[in-house]
């Protein structure tokens, strides 16, 4: 049984860092079949997509998102991460990991982690 | 302002039919498959219909979807308590090179 949990700070300072981490257990990253992702949701609002890697070291990132944003995956933990630099308020939201089929040409996130707030304030 | 545009807000008795749509434009919907997330408030959203019309394992009949042009719809047919919750359609958009969600309806069972 998939099962994904987020990790990492749950308070980060304005103009740092937010580094994340996600551990799947239940199925290899190396899996070929599917890409790792992140989705983010601000308190109250709606649901936005932040970017995904394959494996390999492949990623697809959200274009609004992209100059900040780094992915990467570590195999031999069955982990994968985001780094989202120059946080703001607007960083402020739940994130969550889910796994990526990319079996047709939009992912379905069929896999989700529980979610873990952060909040960005000094 | 999201990409696909769908109502904040849709209801129905219990027992009844209802339909929540999702309109998108040639660079998302038209070209490229639909996804339907259910998110009951507290927790994190559930994949209810991917590749515009198929069900994931588990998930109930009375979920259905489908897909014309540039628009999307997702029916629930018998209405239960249970369905109360915020539903988001989802799709890749060719321009942006990114996946893209609709700002999400909230569904009340009356």
């Known amino acids: 049984h998939l099962q994904l949990q987020e990790s990492g700070p749950g308070l980060v300072k304005p103009s740092e860092t937010l580094s994340l981490t996600c551990s799947v257990s239940?199925?290899?990253?190396?899996?070929?079949?599917?890409?790792w992702g992140w989705i983010r949701q601000p308190p109250g609002k709606g649901l936005e997509w932040i970017g995904a890697?394959?494996?390999?070291?492949?990623?697809y990132y959200n274009p609004s998102l992209k100059s900040r944003l780094t992915m990467a995956v570590d195999s031999s933990q069955n982990q994968f991460s985001l780094d989202l630099s120059s946080v703001t308020a607007a960083d402020t939201a739940i994130y969550y990991c889910?796994?990526?089929?990319?079996?047709?040409?939009?992912?379905?996130?069929?896999?989700w982690g529980l979610g873990t707030l952060v909040t960005v304030s000094s | 302002q999201s990409v696909l545009t769908q109502p904040p807000s849709a209801s129905g008795t219990p027992g009844q039919r209802v339909t929540i749509s999702c309109s998108g434009s040639n660079s998302n919907i038209e070209t490229n498959t639909v996804n339907w997330y259910q998110q009951v408030p507290g927790t994190a959203p559930r994949l209810l219909i991917y590749?515009?019309?198929q069900r994931p394992s588990g998930v109930p009949g009375r979920f259905s979807g489908s897909k014309s042009g540039t628009s999307a719809s997702l029916a629930i047919s018998g209405l239960q308590s249970e369905d109360e919750a915020e539903y988001y359609c989802?799709?890749?958009?060719?321009?942006?090179?990114?996946?893209?969600f609709g700002g999400g309806t909230k569904l009340t069972v009356l």
């Open positions: 890697i394959y494996y390999s070291g492949s990623t």
């Open positions: 239940g199925d290899p990253i190396i899996d070929t079949v599917y890409y």
């Open positions: 590749s515009n019309n």
């Open positions: 889910a796994r990526h089929d990319w079996s047709t040409s939009t992912p379905a996130f069929d896999y």
């Open positions: 989802a799709g890749w958009d060719d321009s942006l090179y990114g996946a893209v």
